[in-house]
């Protein structure tokens, strides 16, 4: 069974500063790797999706890695801003039958001034 | 290109009522999705439709939860009697295709809150 994990739980910034969320997950065998950002009361925004050939992935300043073979990803976030305040979800689709995606719980994000 | 989306953005009933929620996907996407997401945690899968036919519903609690899309398009999710458990945001998404090469795009969401 294909489980997810996201750490921290919770990660503080002053803005301006680099940062790395992490995901880690448990069966190594995905087809794919999304990261969403969720802001308070809202639904998700995709952000990044890297298929499982592929090393990283990058969106202005985003940039997203995968390693499959240790079920590691990692969210890079440069010269944080105020606005990228949100939690922060990845999600893997498990191998076979519906392939439905499993989410970490998030990590919850805030940039200070 | 219009997003997903889903009405009401809010609902409050007691419990025993019922309730039901409504999505309207991407044009052109395949595959429709609702997840519960509770308070703090990832959202969770109920039920996955590929065009008009069910993929996916194992973790759907079908003697309360029901969910149909009718020609393919639109969806709706019933909940009927609703529990305090249910208390929660109701998400739809869709997909191109299925989730293994496909982006999901998701609406804003139905926050459900049980009394």
């Known amino acids: 069974k294909q489980e997810v994990t996201q750490i921290p739980a919770a990660l503080s910034v002053p803005e301006g500063e680099n940062l790395v969320l992490n995901c880690s997950f448990t069966?190594?065998?995905?087809?794919?790797l999304q990261w969403f950002r969720q802001d308070p009361g809202k639904g998700l925004t995709s952000l990044l999706l890297i298929q499982s050939s592929q090393r990283e992935q990058t969106s202005g300043r985003l940039n997203a890695s995968l390693d499959k073979s240790s079920g590691r990803s990692t969210l890079y976030i440069a010269a944080s801003q105020p606005g990228d305040s949100a939690t922060y979800l990845c999600?893997?689709?498990?191998?076979?039958?519906?392939?439905?995606?499993?989410f970490g719980k998030g990590t919850k994000l805030t940039v200070n001034p | 290109e219009a997003g997903v989306a889903q009405s009401p953005r809010y609902k409050i009933i007691e419990k025993r009522q019922s309730v039901a929620f409504w999505c309207n996907p991407i044009?052109?996407?395949?595959?429709l999705y609702w997840y519960q997401q509770i308070l703090g945690q990832g959202p969770k899968l109920l039920i996955q439709?590929?065009?008009?036919?069910?993929?996916?519903d194992s973790q759907l609690p079908k003697d309360r939860f029901s969910a149909e899309r009718l020609k393919g398009v639109d969806s709706t999710l019933k909940i009927q009697p609703a529990k305090l458990e249910d208390s929660a945001v109701y998400l739809c998404?869709?997909?191109?295709?299925?989730?293994?090469?496909?982006?999901?795009?998701f609406g804003p969401g139905t926050r459900l809150t049980v009394l």
């Open positions: 069966d190594s065998a995905i087809y794919n």
């Open positions: 439709f590929q065009n008009n036919g069910v993929v996916d």
């Open positions: 999600a893997v689709p498990t191998q076979g039958g519906s392939e439905k995606l499993v």
């Open positions: 998404a869709s997909s191109f295709q299925g989730p293994a090469y496909n982006e999901q795009f």
């Open positions: 044009s052109g996407h395949a595959t």
